[in-house]
């Protein structure tokens, strides 16, 4: 257990449906990231925050994706009418000035399956 | 394209033998990562090598870089069952992380 946590574990859902993934990161941490994690693959980046701020967007997170950090602690990432090819497995990670050289420290992630 | 590559994409070996996997990467980095991901999993961070260094080691892992080639290799030594996974270098990339695709690794009993 890094200390990052993620909710839900798995979610089913049918396509056009809205989802909402939550990430908690290792409380001291100021920067949090989201990938995506397809099989066979190793992690995509989709965002970035630092505290509050998004501070970058991959172009692979298109119009129905938004992430959020209201609060400069946990995260939300939404994605609305999702598609089947949204189906993969949602990775969160965190790290802070104190960690080493950007170390991140990853959730379990929530595995999406859409139908 | 990603920045990293791993290599070889797949790895089945004994109990007890040493694996090596080999990451190739694409501009200058200022450290390289090693992180692996158990089945279903999310992604655990084994070991970081600096652009200043050629060789780390962390009880059974060996990381080695060659910047001249950019390249980096991880070394697991007696492996184990347990070392069953897939294992994914990393480097910093402007704001983010960038992984390759993997190697896997299956050790068998």
């Known amino acids: 257990d890094t200390g990052v946590s993620q909710d839900p574990r798995h979610k089913i859902t049918k396509r056009g449906q809205n989802v909402t993934f939550r990430c908690d990161p290792i409380?001291?941490?100021?920067?949090l990231y989201w990938y995506r994690q397809t099989l066979g693959q190793g992690p995509e980046f989709l965002t970035y925050?630092?505290?509050?701020?998004?501070?970058?967007k991959s172009r692979l997170l298109s119009d129905r994706f938004s992430a959020e950090r209201p609060k400069g602690s946990f995260s939300t990432l939404e994605i609305q009418r999702t598609e089947q090819g949204d189906s993969a497995m949602y990775l969160c990670?965190?790290?802070?000035?104190?960690?080493?050289?950007?170390?991140?420290?990853f959730g379990p992630g929530t595995r999406l399956t859409v139908l | 394209s990603q920045q990293g590559e791993e290599d070889p994409q797949a790895l089945s070996i004994q109990e007890g033998e040493n694996a090596t996997m080999n990451c190739s990467y694409k501009?200058?980095?200022?450290?390289l990562q090693w992180y692996r991901q158990n089945s279903g999993r999310g992604l655990v961070h084994l070991i970081l090598?600096?652009?200043?260094?050629r060789e780390k080691h962390s009880g059974r892992l060996r990381v080695t870089l060659d910047t001249s080639k950019k390249s980096s290799s991880l070394l697991i030594t007696a492996s184990r069952a347990a070392d069953t996974a897939s294992y994914f270098c990393?480097?910093?990339?402007?704001?983010?992380?960038?992984f390759g695709p993997g190697t896997r690794l299956s050790v068998l009993p």
């Open positions: 990670a965190s790290s802070g000035q104190s960690t080493t050289y950007n170390e991140q420290f």
């Open positions: 925050f630092q505290n509050e701020a998004q501070l970058e």
């Open positions: 409380s001291e941490h100021n920067r």
């Open positions: 501009t200058s980095i200022n450290n």
């Open positions: 990393a480097t910093f990339y402007g704001q983010n992380f960038v």
């Open positions: 090598i600096r652009s200043n260094e």
